[in-house]
């Protein structure tokens, strides 16, 4: 594979679909060391990246190369405020997620990925209802729609809305039975079946129902690959919480360590963020996992 972080300038005044399919590649190949390794471990090449895409949009190009330029462009930006919030840095995620916005005004699909994840900032960061704002926004796409209404379920569980975070999870299960997966765009690939499944049992353990969310968290870390380091990591980080939070010491204790060796292996401080109630229920058990 080319070195991610290294994109050459346009051979012309004048950029075809060539141009565009090698920024999207690039993109993507970034957006899997992300997963993999965190966003740490990118979002510097990522950045990096936007000189080299600024120079694409000062060349010319024929209206269809533009309008996917301008997705591509977008999707960048995306990345880039994704992987500044995997790395703490919440200021430059919002200057990214509102240039990506910008760029992705005419692109629906994108548009709604991009509300999404700063949705997400607005989650993490410990405001449910200001994130709330953003997943209610509206969704088309069947999956699209999938992501939105499991991370509203999501919300609700912050807020303890129970009944409102089961009937948002099931909207989600029902919006991705139906959604095109062949074709789904490589920002929302990511949203397949293990990661709803992840995020059902991540939404039962924000509700404290750990029988239902211990089943889920076991699949999701089964069905993650190397691939999706860190959403494993996470499910681990919530499935450890849920034995402690069940009095299974021995079994949070055992499931907390590979949480924490794998939390160890990524360049992200959001797994270390999220680490914090696993850490703190396991003390009320006198386990140090530190």
């Not at 330029?69 to 992987?83: E, I, K, M, Q, R």
């Not at 569980?157 to 009944?163: G, L």
């Amino acid at each position: 594979m080319a070195n991610p972080a290294y994109f050459p300038p346009p051979h012309s005044a004048r950029i075809g679909t060539s141009d565009v399919e090698q920024l999207e590649s690039q993109t993507r190949s970034l957006r899997s060391v992300d997963y993999q390794h965190g966003g740490g471990a990118c979002r510097d090449a990522v950045v990096v990246r936007i000189y080299w895409a600024q120079q694409l949009l000062a060349a010319e190009a024929s209206d269809p190369v533009r309008s996917r330029l301008l997705s591509a462009v977008a999707d960048l930006h995306n990345l880039a405020g994704w992987t500044s919030f995997d790395s703490g840095q919440v200021g430059a995620a919002y200057h990214h997620f509102d240039r990506a916005l910008d760029f992705a005004r005419h692109d629906e699909d994108l548009t709604t990925n991009i509300v999404y994840r700063r949705g997400r900032v607005h989650l993490h960061h410990g405001a449910p209802g200001d994130a709330l704002a953003y997943f209610q926004r509206g969704a088309f796409a069947p999956l699209a729609s999938s992501i939105m209404y499991a991370n509203e379920a999501w919300a609700y569980a912050r807020q303890a809305r129970s009944d409102e975070a089961v009937r948002a999870l099931g909207k989600a299960k029902d919006s991705f039975a139906s959604a095109d997966l062949a074709h789904a765009p490589d920002w929302a690939r990511f949203h397949d079946e293990t990661d709803l499944t992840a995020m059902t049992g991540i939404v039962h353990t924000e509700l404290g129902d750990t029988r239902a969310a211990v089943p889920a968290l076991t699949s999701a870390v089964e069905g993650f690959g190397p691939a999706m380091a860190r959403s494993r990591t996470f499910c681990l980080i919530a499935l450890a919480t849920c034995h402690f939070l069940d009095g299974d010491v021995d079994e949070g204790q055992t499931v907390g360590a590979q949480a924490m060796s794998a939390a160890e292996g990524l360049r992200s401080e959001r797994v270390w963020d999220r680490t914090r109630p696993m850490i703190q229920a396991a003390a009320a058990h006198g386990v140090s996992l530190r």
